[in-house]
Protein backbone atom coordinates (compact mmCIF):
# COMPACT_ATOMS: atom_id res chain seq x y z
CA UNK A 1 0.00 0.00 0.00
CA UNK A 2 1.23 3.43 -0.66
CA UNK A 3 0.51 6.47 1.48
CA UNK A 4 0.38 9.83 0.90
CA UNK A 5 0.47 12.68 3.87
CA UNK A 6 0.71 16.20 3.28
CA UNK A 7 2.03 18.10 5.92
CA UNK A 8 0.50 21.41 7.86
CA UNK A 9 -1.91 22.95 4.71
CA UNK A 10 -1.24 26.74 5.48
CA UNK A 11 -3.66 29.76 4.45
CA UNK A 12 -5.64 29.57 1.18
CA UNK A 13 -2.90 29.49 -0.98
CA UNK A 14 -1.93 25.83 0.47
CA UNK A 15 -5.46 24.67 0.38
CA UNK A 16 -5.47 25.19 -3.42
CA UNK A 17 -2.29 23.62 -3.68
CA UNK A 18 -4.09 20.71 -2.46
CA UNK A 19 -7.48 21.23 -4.39
CA UNK A 20 -5.48 21.89 -7.52
CA UNK A 21 -2.58 19.09 -7.26
CA UNK A 22 -4.15 16.33 -5.05
CA UNK A 23 -6.25 14.19 -7.15
CA UNK A 24 -3.26 14.41 -9.81
CA UNK A 25 -1.01 13.18 -7.17
CA UNK A 26 -2.69 10.54 -6.04
CA UNK A 27 -3.03 9.03 -9.63
CA UNK A 28 0.61 9.77 -10.46
CA UNK A 29 2.01 8.32 -7.76
CA UNK A 30 -0.51 5.63 -7.00
CA UNK A 31 -1.14 6.49 -3.64
CA UNK A 32 -4.01 4.22 -2.17
CA UNK A 33 -4.31 6.60 1.12
CA UNK A 34 -4.15 10.07 2.01
CA UNK A 35 -3.63 12.06 5.46
CA UNK A 36 -3.55 15.71 5.19
CA UNK A 37 -2.86 18.17 8.58
CA UNK A 38 -5.39 20.54 8.19
CA UNK A 39 -4.59 22.84 11.20
CA UNK A 40 -3.46 25.73 9.53
CA UNK A 41 -5.95 25.97 6.69
CA UNK A 42 -8.28 28.93 7.74
CA UNK A 43 -6.08 31.89 7.79
CA UNK A 44 -2.91 29.98 9.42
CA UNK A 45 -4.87 29.08 12.13
CA UNK A 46 -7.37 26.28 13.00
CA UNK A 47 -9.66 24.98 10.41
CA UNK A 48 -13.79 25.38 9.72
CA UNK A 49 -15.94 23.03 8.84
CA UNK A 50 -16.42 24.10 5.62
CA UNK A 51 -12.40 23.81 4.63
CA UNK A 52 -12.47 20.69 6.56
CA UNK A 53 -14.53 19.63 3.75
CA UNK A 54 -12.80 21.07 0.88
CA UNK A 55 -10.10 18.74 1.81
CA UNK A 56 -11.79 15.75 2.22
CA UNK A 57 -13.00 16.43 -1.14
CA UNK A 58 -9.85 17.25 -2.77
CA UNK A 59 -9.31 13.53 -1.58
CA UNK A 60 -8.14 13.67 1.76
CA UNK A 61 -9.55 10.62 3.36
CA UNK A 62 -8.51 11.89 6.43
CA UNK A 63 -7.93 15.45 8.01
CA UNK A 64 -5.51 15.52 10.93
CA UNK A 65 -4.91 18.62 12.95
CA UNK A 66 -2.76 20.09 15.60
CA UNK A 67 -2.80 22.87 18.49
CA UNK A 68 -5.14 25.32 16.96
CA UNK A 69 -7.40 22.61 16.83
CA UNK A 70 -9.75 25.12 18.72
CA UNK A 71 -9.00 28.37 16.76
CA UNK A 72 -12.17 28.46 15.23
CA UNK A 73 -15.52 28.37 17.67
CA UNK A 74 -17.34 26.54 14.97
CA UNK A 75 -14.98 23.50 14.53
CA UNK A 76 -16.10 21.74 17.81
CA UNK A 77 -19.65 20.54 17.10
CA UNK A 78 -18.39 19.38 13.62
CA UNK A 79 -15.61 17.13 14.94
CA UNK A 80 -18.46 15.98 17.62
CA UNK A 81 -19.66 13.95 14.55
CA UNK A 82 -16.68 13.79 11.93
CA UNK A 83 -15.29 10.78 11.54
CA UNK A 84 -12.57 11.98 9.12
CA UNK A 85 -11.10 15.14 10.18
CA UNK A 86 -9.16 14.58 13.79
CA UNK A 87 -8.28 16.15 17.16
CA UNK A 88 -4.95 15.34 19.15
CA UNK A 89 -5.40 12.95 21.82
CA UNK A 90 -4.28 15.29 24.37
CA UNK A 91 -6.51 17.69 24.17
CA UNK A 92 -8.48 18.27 27.97
CA UNK A 93 -11.19 15.07 28.52
CA UNK A 94 -14.38 15.71 27.33
CA UNK A 95 -13.44 17.93 24.29
CA UNK A 96 -15.44 17.15 21.11
CA UNK A 97 -14.43 14.83 18.53
CA UNK A 98 -11.71 12.07 18.30
CA UNK A 99 -8.25 11.08 17.69
CA UNK A 100 -8.56 7.77 16.03
CA UNK A 101 -9.62 7.95 12.23
CA UNK A 102 -10.11 4.09 10.92
CA UNK A 103 -11.43 4.77 6.46
CA UNK A 104 -10.47 1.83 4.06
CA UNK A 105 -7.72 2.24 1.67
CA UNK A 106 -8.76 2.34 -1.77
CA UNK A 107 -8.39 -1.16 -2.21
CA UNK A 108 -11.03 -1.67 0.94
CA UNK A 109 -8.00 -1.85 3.64
CA UNK A 110 -8.40 -0.51 6.84
CA UNK A 111 -5.80 1.85 7.49
CA UNK A 112 -5.83 3.82 11.26
CA UNK A 113 -4.85 7.66 11.83
CA UNK A 114 -3.67 8.66 15.04
CA UNK A 115 -3.00 12.56 15.97
CA UNK A 116 -1.27 13.32 19.26
CA UNK A 117 0.46 16.55 20.46
CA UNK A 118 4.05 16.45 21.84
CA UNK A 119 4.76 17.61 25.51
CA UNK A 120 7.56 20.19 24.57
CA UNK A 121 7.04 23.60 24.20
CA UNK A 122 3.73 23.40 23.58
CA UNK A 123 0.61 23.86 25.78
CA UNK A 124 -1.45 20.60 26.33
CA UNK A 125 -4.11 19.68 28.65
CA UNK A 126 -2.53 16.23 29.16
CA UNK A 127 0.77 14.93 28.72
CA UNK A 128 1.54 13.10 25.09
CA UNK A 129 3.10 9.89 27.07
CA UNK A 130 -0.53 9.43 29.11
CA UNK A 131 -2.40 9.15 25.96
CA UNK A 132 0.07 7.80 23.02
CA UNK A 133 -0.28 4.02 24.16
CA UNK A 134 -3.47 3.77 24.52
CA UNK A 135 -4.58 5.36 21.66
CA UNK A 136 -1.75 3.28 19.70
CA UNK A 137 -3.35 0.34 21.25
CA UNK A 138 -6.72 0.92 20.04
CA UNK A 139 -5.52 1.86 16.42
CA UNK A 140 -3.49 -1.46 16.20
CA UNK A 141 -6.78 -3.32 17.14
CA UNK A 142 -8.42 -2.08 13.91
CA UNK A 143 -5.85 -1.93 11.17
CA UNK A 144 -2.58 -3.02 10.46
CA UNK A 145 -1.71 -0.05 8.22
CA UNK A 146 -1.36 2.49 11.18
CA UNK A 147 0.15 6.58 10.58
CA UNK A 148 0.45 8.74 13.94
CA UNK A 149 0.82 12.30 13.20
CA UNK A 150 2.60 13.16 16.18
CA UNK A 151 2.37 17.50 15.91
CA UNK A 152 5.07 18.43 18.14
CA UNK A 153 7.66 21.51 18.20
CA UNK A 154 10.99 19.76 20.04
CA UNK A 155 12.85 17.21 17.64
CA UNK A 156 14.04 15.24 20.52
CA UNK A 157 10.49 14.63 21.44
CA UNK A 158 9.79 13.18 18.00
CA UNK A 159 12.72 11.62 17.27
CA UNK A 160 12.03 9.95 20.50
CA UNK A 161 8.39 8.90 20.10
CA UNK A 162 9.45 7.63 16.66
CA UNK A 163 11.57 5.15 18.38
CA UNK A 164 9.06 3.67 20.85
CA UNK A 165 6.69 3.76 18.42
CA UNK A 166 8.95 1.60 15.78
CA UNK A 167 7.87 -2.44 15.74
CA UNK A 168 4.28 -0.94 16.57
CA UNK A 169 2.69 1.68 13.80
CA UNK A 170 4.01 2.16 10.15
CA UNK A 171 4.92 5.40 9.99
CA UNK A 172 5.36 8.19 12.43
CA UNK A 173 4.87 11.48 10.63
CA UNK A 174 6.08 15.08 12.36
CA UNK A 175 4.68 18.52 11.72
CA UNK A 176 3.50 21.60 13.15
CA UNK A 177 7.43 23.29 12.35
CA UNK A 178 6.51 23.59 9.00
CA UNK A 179 10.43 22.39 7.68
CA UNK A 180 10.90 19.51 6.61
CA UNK A 181 14.02 17.72 7.52
CA UNK A 182 16.18 15.33 6.17
CA UNK A 183 16.07 12.60 7.96
CA UNK A 184 13.07 10.25 6.38
CA UNK A 185 13.46 6.60 7.43
CA UNK A 186 12.63 3.36 7.79
CA UNK A 187 13.37 2.24 11.70
CA UNK A 188 14.60 -1.40 12.27
CA UNK A 189 11.55 -2.92 13.49
CA UNK A 190 9.59 -1.47 10.42
CA UNK A 191 8.05 2.12 11.34
CA UNK A 192 8.83 4.91 9.21
CA UNK A 193 9.39 8.10 10.41
CA UNK A 194 10.66 12.21 9.80
CA UNK A 195 11.16 14.52 12.60
CA UNK A 196 8.69 17.22 10.27
CA UNK A 197 6.90 16.48 6.61
CA UNK A 198 6.98 20.11 6.26
CA UNK A 199 4.28 22.54 4.93
CA UNK A 200 2.02 22.59 1.39
CA UNK A 201 1.94 26.15 1.81
CA UNK A 202 3.55 29.77 1.16
CA UNK A 203 7.40 29.42 1.45
CA UNK A 204 8.16 32.97 0.85
CA UNK A 205 6.93 33.53 4.40
CA UNK A 206 8.47 32.65 7.87
CA UNK A 207 6.42 29.02 8.37
CA UNK A 208 3.56 30.56 6.53
CA UNK A 209 2.88 34.06 7.59
CA UNK A 210 4.23 37.15 5.78
CA UNK A 211 8.06 37.52 6.87
CA UNK A 212 7.43 41.51 7.58
CA UNK A 213 4.64 40.87 9.85
CA UNK A 214 6.51 37.64 11.81
CA UNK A 215 10.06 39.82 11.63
CA UNK A 216 7.96 42.78 13.27
CA UNK A 217 6.22 40.78 15.82
CA UNK A 218 9.51 39.54 17.20
CA UNK A 219 11.57 42.80 16.82
CA UNK A 220 9.21 44.79 18.00
CA UNK A 221 7.41 42.25 20.92
CA UNK A 222 4.23 44.28 20.06
CA UNK A 223 1.33 42.90 19.12
CA UNK A 224 0.92 42.21 14.53
CA UNK A 225 -1.60 40.58 13.13
CA UNK A 226 -0.57 37.69 10.85
CA UNK A 227 -1.37 37.83 7.76
CA UNK A 228 -0.94 34.21 5.12
CA UNK A 229 2.01 34.14 2.56
CA UNK A 230 0.91 33.60 -0.79
CA UNK A 231 3.94 32.61 -2.95
CA UNK A 232 6.45 30.15 -3.19
CA UNK A 233 3.69 27.90 -2.83
CA UNK A 234 5.05 23.94 -2.10
CA UNK A 235 3.24 20.96 -1.82
CA UNK A 236 5.42 19.22 1.18
CA UNK A 237 5.08 15.90 2.81
CA UNK A 238 6.03 12.12 2.69
CA UNK A 239 5.36 8.89 0.32
CA UNK A 240 4.79 5.54 2.38
CA UNK A 241 5.04 2.34 1.30
CA UNK A 242 4.29 -0.51 3.51
CA UNK A 243 3.01 -3.75 3.33
CA UNK A 244 -0.01 -5.70 4.27
CA UNK A 245 1.47 -6.37 7.77
CA UNK A 246 1.23 -2.46 8.07
CA UNK A 247 5.25 -2.52 8.15
CA UNK A 248 7.02 0.13 6.37
CA UNK A 249 9.06 -0.84 3.72
CA UNK A 250 9.85 2.49 2.09
CA UNK A 251 9.71 6.40 2.81
CA UNK A 252 10.39 9.38 0.73
CA UNK A 253 10.02 12.84 1.31
CA UNK A 254 7.96 14.73 -0.98
CA UNK A 255 8.02 18.34 -2.17
CA UNK A 256 6.32 20.01 -5.58
CA UNK A 257 6.45 22.97 -6.21
CA UNK A 258 3.64 25.07 -8.31
CA UNK A 259 4.73 27.28 -11.00
FE1 LIG B 1 0.82 23.43 14.90
Redesign the pocket.
Known amino acids: MRILFLA?VFGSAGRHAVEERLPGLREELGIDFCVVNG??VADGRGITPKLADKILAAGADVVTL???VWARDEIGPYLATSERVIRPANVALGSPGRALAVAPAVDGTPVSVVNVLGSLF?DVARGMFEVLDDIVEEARKKAKVVIVDF?AEATSEKVAVARWLDGKVTAVIG??THVQTSDARVQPGGTAAITDAGMTGPHDSVIGVEADLAIRRMRTGMPVRFRPAESGVRLEGVVVDCGADGRATAIEALRVALP
Do not use: A
Open positions: DENGNHLHTH
